[in-house]
């Protein structure tokens, strides 16, 4: 019996960890210290933005309005083509269109990008509505003062929703963004664009914090998904177990 109660749990993980297909095409790291998120391609540094993480710290509990670490994911995207600063309810838009730092007002606006976690330490992350999204409230941008979420400003929020795909992984660490040197410009040709004549770069080994079951050397994208299912299920299955042996003592 508890065996076929493990092989469910980690089913009912391994389904709890289903992402949009990956994308590493596109890559974002979120600085909590530096409070600036990094878009990279193709392992180089495209730009940084200014923003927002919890005005509560860091964390993936329920309830605590935390900011969680970690590897996670681009899930879901809304809010194409909607004006800047268009206010959003419960994911839907409200016909109300905001204009900076907005006097008393402190919606989502703009654009949401969904993420969803890939580890036992952001697990709660879909459920919990962690989004990357607009804010009226840009004076804030710069140091913590969301309530989870990460904050950008209007106009930045809707470049970066351009520019990141579905399933494009997102990186928040506790350290400061790693140096990068920023990608070269394109070059323009008669015949079309071309990249600039330089090699491709490995995509940079940025340092995070410890996965939940961490192995050695750089990661893939499954096994960083079959590592937080795996510590999932262990927990879950702990879990059961402790409950069971307390029914039969009591």
């Known amino acids: 019996m508890f065996r076929a109660l493990v092989v469910f749990t980690l089913t009912s993980a391994a389904s709890a960890f289903a992402i949009a297909p ?35 710290g860091l964390g993936d509990a329920w309830g605590r309005m935390t900011t969680p670490l970690g590897y996670l994911a681009v899930e879901k995207k809304i809010g194409d083509n909607v004006p800047v600063g268009a206010v959003f309810h419960n994911r839907r838009l409200t016909g109300e269109v905001l204009q900076a730092n907005a006097a008393g007002r402190d919606p989502i606006t703009t654009r949401i990008i969904w993420l969803r976690g890939l580890e036992a330490q952001n697990a709660h992350a879909f459920q919990r509505c962690i ?10 941008i710069g140091r913590p003062a969301s309530y989870g979420c990460i ?4 106009k930045d929020v809707a470049e970066l929703y351009n520019q990141v795909p579905l399933g494009a992984i997102v990186q928040i660490i506790p350290d400061p963004l790693p140096k990068l040197e920023k990608a070269k410009p394109r070059q323009e040709t008669s015949g079309g664009v071309v ?5 491709p770069k490995p995509a940079p080994q940025i340092s ?12 893939s994208v499954d096994q960083m998904r079959t590592a937080g299912a795996l510590a999932g299920a262990r927990q879950k299955a702990k879990l059961a177990s402790s409950k069971s042996l307390w029914q039969r003592l009591f």
């Open 22 to 56: 990956v994308d590493r095409s596109s890559e974002l790291v979120v600085s909590v210290r530096d409070q600036k998120l990094m878009l990279l391609r193709n392992g180089e540094k495209v730009a940084i933005y200014p923003v927002s993480t919890s005005m509560f």
């Open 131 to 140: 989004y990357i999204h607009g804010t009226p409230e840009e004076k804030k």
């Open 151 to 154: 904050r950008m400003k209007s």
């Open 195 to 199: 990249a600039a004549n330089v090699m």
């Open 208 to 219: 995070a914090t410890t996965l939940a079951t961490p192995p050695s050397g750089s990661l």
